[in-house]
C-alpha cells in the first residue's frame, strides 16, 4: 500500500451547481481514500450563489475558492479569466491529477490550464457527443476540446466509451463507469430524512400532495430568446390539465428571469420560485409526476425515481435515455411539448410505459469505479 509520503496529489476542479452536484460523491470517495491521495477542491465561481447549498448539503469544502464571475459575462472574459484565476492555485498545490466534469466553461479552461500545469487531467462524464458544434453552444465544443486534453476519460456508457474510440483515444485511457449524478442522488435520497425543506418549499407542502406536479426547469442558452418564450406559451397550456400544478425554479440569469416572469406571473396553477438547493430539488423532484426540462443531468437522475422526462432541446449528448424510452426530445415546440405533457398527464397507460424503462445511466458505483482505476494505478492494485 502507498505510504503517506507517496500520495498522489488530486485536485477536483468545478464552477456550476451541476457539476458540484456530480462531483461531490467523488470529492467524498477520494477523501476516504486519504492514505493513497491528498484531495484537494477548487472553486472556480461560475455559479457562485448556487454553489454554497450544494457544498454544504453533501459536507464538502472548498480548498480555493476564486471569484471569477462578473455581470453579464461574456464566454471570452470568462474563459480568460478562469484561466488566469487557476494559475496560482496549479502552482501552489502542483496536482499530479486534476478531475473535471462534463461540458462547463470550467471544464474547458481548467483542462487548458491543468495541462500547461503538468497535470494528467481526468475527465468525468467523457465522451458525450451531439456531434454538432453549435448544440448546446458552448457545451459540445467545451466537451470535445476537454476530450483532447484529457489523459484519462471515464465515460458513463458504452455510447461514449464508442464516441471517444472513433476520435481515437486510446483504450486504455477510457474507463466505462455510470455517471456519477446517480451516485449523489443515491445519496441525497438517502439523506433526506435528515433535510429541512426551505420555508417557500414547505408553505406548499400540503398543495403538493393534492396535485399532479409537473417540475420545470430550464437555463440553456440556445433557448434564450425565441426558445423561452415558446416554452412559457406551451406551459401555459399545460397548466390548463385538470389537476395540474407547474413549479418552476427560475434561473438566476435575466435573459431566463425577465421573459419567465413576465409571461408565466399571475397563474393559479403556475408557481414560480426561487432556485431550489439540491436537497429541495430532490425532494421535489421526487414528488413530482413530471418533468420538463433542458438540463442534462436532470435526463439521468429521473429516471431511478420513475419520472418521465420530456427535454426541451431539439439534440442530446445522452441518446441513451432518448433509446431507452426515459426521454423525449420535444424542442422548443410549443405544440409537442404541450401534446406529450398531456398524453403523460391524462393517459395513464401511456406514462406507466414511459415511467417504468430502466435507467441507462448506472447504479450509483461510479464513484467507486473512478476511485479504484485510481488506486490501481498507484496502490498496489488497490
Known sequence: MTQQGSQKKVLLIFGTRPEAIKMAPLVKALQDESICFDTKVCLTG????????????????????????????????????????????LLDFQPDYVFVHGDTTTTMAASIASFYAGAVVCHVEAGLR???????????????????????????TAKARENLLQENIRPNDIVV????????????????????????????RDLIAQKDV????????ENHGKGIIEICEALKKTAEIDNTLIIYPVHLNP?????????????????????????????????????????????EEAPSLGKPVLVMRDTTERPEAVEAGTVKLVGT??????????????????????????????????????????????????
Open 46 to 89: 461560475q455559479h457562485k450563489e448556487m454553489l454554497t447549498p450544494v457544498m454544504q448539503f453533501f459536507g464538502i469544502q472548498a480548498d480555493y475558492s476564486l471569484d471569477v464571475m462578473t455581470g453579464n459575462q461574456s464566454l471570452y472574459d470568462l474563459t480568460a479569466a478562469i484561466i488566469t484565476a487557476l494559475k496560482p492555485v
Open 130 to 156: 451531439t456531434h454538432n458544434k453549435l448544440s448546446p453552444f458552448p457545451e459540445e465544443i467545451n466537451r470535445q476540446l476537454t476530450s483532447r486534453i484529457a489523459g484519462i476519460h471515464f465515460a458513463p
Open 177 to 204: 463507469t455510470g455517471n456519477t449524478v446517480i451516485d449523489a442522488l443515491f445519496w441525497g435520497i438517502e439523506h433526506l430524512e435528515n433535510h429541512t425543506l426551505s420555508p417557500e418549499l414547505e408553505s406548499i
Open 214 to 221: 409537473v417540475l420545470v426547469t430550464g437555463h440553456r442558452r
Open 255 to 299: 435573459n431566463i428571469q425577465q421573459p419567465v416572469y413576465e409571461s408565466l406571473s399571475g397563474f393559479n396553477n403556475i408557481l414560480l420560485i426561487s432556485p431550489l438547493n439540491y436537497g429541495d430539488f430532490l425532494w421535489l423532484m421526487n414528488q413530482s409526476k413530471l418533468i420538463i426540462t433542458d438540463s442534462g443531468g436532470i435526463q
Open 333 to 382: 415546440n410549443q405544440s409537442l411539448i404541450y401534446n406529450e405533457a398531456h398524453a403523460l398527464l391524462c393517459d395513464e397507460q401511456y406514462y406507466q410505459k414511459f415511467s417504468a424503462r430502466t435507467n441507462p445511466y448506472g447504479d450509483g458505483t461510479a464513484c467507486k469505479i473512478i476511485v479504484n482505476h485510481l488506486k490501481s494505478l498507484h496502490c498496489n492494485g488497490g
